[in-house]
């Protein structure tokens, strides 16, 4: 017969400081409830192009800054953020197509693209200090810059 002991558990409390939460002073929260994982920019980790570590480490390193800090790194070249709102009309075709086959298209004003490396961004939909990962553009193809 099996001896039976009784087992203590203790809780510990864990404090959790809360983050600031309001407008472009808190911090960037993501999600990946609408991450695309189809069509030309799909955020799929399966993709031969996908750069795994750099993804996730810019991740992590834009998780501690504020909204204002982001917007605050400027390309060497301008003095535009490098991560910024992209403007509906500037978006290519392929992104627009995409946005209405999966049914986002109304979220088309909320579309904000992270500059990681290069050519390579992130896409999503920010609101307020949630941004949703939708796509991988490897090539800068969602909203392609004209250089002057």
């Known amino acids: 017969m099996a001896k039976k002991?009784?087992?203590?558990?203790?809780?510990?409390?864990?404090t959790i400081e809360s983050l600031?939460?309001?407008?472009?002073?808190?911090?960037?929260?993501f999600h990946f409830d609408y991450v695309d994982k189809d069509g030309k920019f799909a955020f799929n980790p399966g993709r031969s192009d996908f750069k795994?570590?750099?993804?996730l480490q810019k991740i992590i390193d834009f998780?501690?800054?504020?909204?204002?800090?982001?917007?605050?790194?400027?390309?060497s070249s301008r003095r535009n953020s490098k991560?910024?709102?992209l403007s509906a009309d500037k978006l290519c075709k392929?992104?627009?197509?995409?946005?209405?086959?999966?049914?986002?298209?109304?979220?088309?004003d909320d579309l904000f693209s992270f500059a990681l490396e290069g050519e390579?961004?992130?896409?999503?939909?920010?609101?307020g200090n949630d941004f949703y990962i939708l796509?991988?553009?490897?090539?800068?193809?969602?909203c392609p810059s004209h250089k002057k």
Do not use: C, M
Request: no cysteine.
């Open 120 to 127: 390579l961004r992130i896409i999503g939909l920010k609101q």
């Open 63 to 75: 998780s501690k800054l504020t909204w204002n800090e982001v917007l605050s790194h400027s390309t």
């Open 5 to 14: 002991v009784k087992v203590t558990v203790v809780k510990r409390e864990k």
């Open 20 to 29: 600031p939460v309001i407008g472009s002073q808190g911090v960037p929260v």
């Open 94 to 108: 392929d992104a627009r197509e995409r946005l209405a086959k999966i049914s986002l298209d109304d979220f088309i």
């Open 135 to 142: 796509w991988y553009d490897a090539h800068h193809e969602v």
């Open 83 to 85: 991560h910024h709102n």
């Open 52 to 55: 795994h570590k750099e993804v």
